[in-house]
């Protein structure tokens, strides 16, 4: 479990943050030694250089008996840690240090091996007459430590805090990982309705979190869909399915009398066709919806589209007593699957047809609502449908008290609902005082 | 029993199909119509079969066991064989006649079907002569492709545009039973089964111009299985 944290993109991130920032604060660190270091030094020869002047002035005033006591103040000086030498010709006269060999300028001297080197600077004040002051490099070195010091505290602090915040930020990334993880476990076991937790943030996590929740919402929409069709067939196809078994049963009762059984045989083919023919149409439904014949649209003129329809229906209607009228004004393309749309149309007509009584009117309508659209309007003057029920004639498999008389299998408006979905065109019932009218409204093709 | 022949031949199908249970109705139903039939149930074996030997026509079924029935029409062609092929889909595939008919069968049959139908189709491709020419005359009538002319006894007879495509359809199929749905395929391009009468308003309106007021029919109604076109 715990190693898991080091896999987690934010351990990962805290500890490229603590690496660059361990860098950089030893260079900091060996910059600030380095600046302490030349500071203190500038310090102690700055200093001595200030004693060596006034020694001079001493000795050029008053000799070196002067120079003797200005020595003895300097070095009785309360808190003083300065170190002093006098030497005439080789021989200490005054001061803390033993006699050294004189260098001038500023001078590191070792007095001796137990003792700490000492930093300052020599000049001869006379020839033969050499003096030093100094103080020992110890104040130096313990400051410079006591600043590493620090500076490594502080190190290791952020050390540690990055640390711990990468253990912290990975834990909270791992959280709600596991919790979408979770949700994703639930969803597979069955709970369709569990969601990826959102904190309303608006992070990567977050964003990702309420997409993903965006497409189960879609697929869950999907499987209603499909579980209310595979519900639908079964209630729908029992009472075919019940027919063809009667046909059957009276097929082999009457199997002596061969005009009776001939035509419960009949009766029995027309009904499994009929079975057939809903499978088809819902296949063709899923087929459509998937949206795979998108690719082999071409521009299509309605106009022409309309009259191939009329032309096709005429017939049909003049047979039923029914008249169909076509009005079209303005020609306008748009870009469709011409099979399609044949059908799409042919349905609504068929409707129109099938479910109005003798000596309705059927009008087929190019309208232009409003630039780069154009709408193709299906009406009759029939008895039209209740407002109440006009919301569910293009759910699948419903079809109207009234219309169970006739063919069809309740499927025609699912199919040009989904054929219109297809060419991202709406279908609308328009509001009419008389009959139904089916309005399928299509951007037009730029041309 | 009736032989199919061509001269004294009996004609000869080879039928593609691994449902064996399909493949014994069909084979049934086509023997019973006096062809000889020679069966395949697998993919490479029908397409070896075919290459091998001159069948008058190939009935395929779209799906098939180490070759589909699509890519076997495609390899036949490519093979440079004109043997009609008739494909056997399964149902409702809306891109299966488009497919099918590019992929160079001659025609397609969505299952399940009627026997009538299966029939129909199958006489239709084998026989499928004088498809090109622009004049057509079946007893007193004749059809100009070209200037979209038809005449009846040297009358001439005033068509739709669609009727014109329906008669024609009709004449070229002379002699032979043409289905509802080869109508809807062919004459009005529908691409689904419509719920109104649409074949049958029509051929009543082309029998009311061709027919009435001359002494015999040319257009017979063929029960259960569809219309023939006929100088008896």
Sequence with gaps: ????????????????????FALSAFSIGAVVLLINRHALRDQIIQSSSTDLEAMQRAYDQEGIREVREVIGQLKGAP??????????????????????????????????????????????????????????????RRVQEQI???????????????AVGGVLVSRSFLSRTDAMARACRAI??????????VRGTRDELDRLAATVNEML??????????????????????????????????????????????????AAIEKTD?????????????????????????????????????????????????????????????????ALLVQLFSNLIENAILHTPDGTAIWLRLVHPAPGKVAVIVADDGPGVPREEQSKIFRRLYRREASRTTPGYGLGLSVVAAIADLHGAKVEIEPASRGLSVRVTFETAAS | MKRQQTGKRTLRLLLIEDDRETSAFVTEA?????????????????????????????????????????????LLRAHGRHVPVLLLTTMSGLNDRVEGLEGGADDYLAKPFATAELLARVTAIVRRTNGDAMRLTVGDLELDLFNRIAQRNGKHVDLQPQEFRLLAYLVRNAGRVVTRAMLLEHVWDLQFDPRTNIVETHISRLRGKVDRGFSSELIHTIRGAGYMLRAD
């Design chain 1, 148 to 162: 590493q010091q620090t500076l490594l505290w502080a190190f290791l602090a952020a050390l540690l805090l990055s």
């Design chain 1, 274 to 338: 009929e079975i057939l023919a809903m499978f088809a149409a819902l296949l063709r439904i899923v087929q459509i919806e998937g949206g795979g014949r998108r690719a082999a649209f071409t521009p299509l003129g309605i106009t022409a589209l309309l009259e191939q329809l009329r032309d096709m229906f005429v017939p049909v209607a003049e047979a039923a007593n029914h008249s169909i009228f076509l009005e079209t004004g303005e020609d306008a393309t748009v870009n469709g699957d011409r």
């Design chain 1, 1 to 20: 479990m715990r190693i898991r944290y080091f896999h987690t993109e934010g351990f990962r991130l805290s500890a490229i943050y603590a690496l660059v």
């Design chain 2, 30 to 74: 086509l023997e019973g119509r006096g062809y000889e039939v020679e069966r395949s149930f697998d993919g490479a074996d029908g397409l070896a079969m075919a290459e091998a030997d001159n069948y008058d026509a190939l009935v395929v079924d779209r799906m098939l066991p180490s070759m589909d029935g699509l890519t076997l029409v495609q």
């Design chain 1, 188 to 197: 597979m076991d069955g709970n369709l309705k569990a969601r990826l937790p």
């Design chain 1, 79 to 140: 808190g003083a840690s300065e170190l002093f030498l006098l030497q005439k010709d080789g021989q200490r006269i005054a001061g803390n240090l033993p006699a050294v060999s004189p260098q001038l300028g500023v001078v590191e001297l070792r007095p001796s091996a137990q003792r700490a080197r000492v930093l300052g600077v020599g000049r001869n004040l006379a020839p033969g007459l050499y003096v030093f002051s100094g103080s020992e490099l110890t104040h130096v």
């Design chain 1, 217 to 266: 919402d879609r697929i869950a929409v999907l499987m209603e869909n499909l579980g209310q069709v595979t519900n639908d067939i079964a209630h729908d196809l029992r009472t075919p399915v019940t027919h063809l078994r009667q046909r059957l049963e009276y097929g082999r009762r009457d199997s002596a009398d061969p005009i009776k059984s001939e035509a419960a045989f009949d």
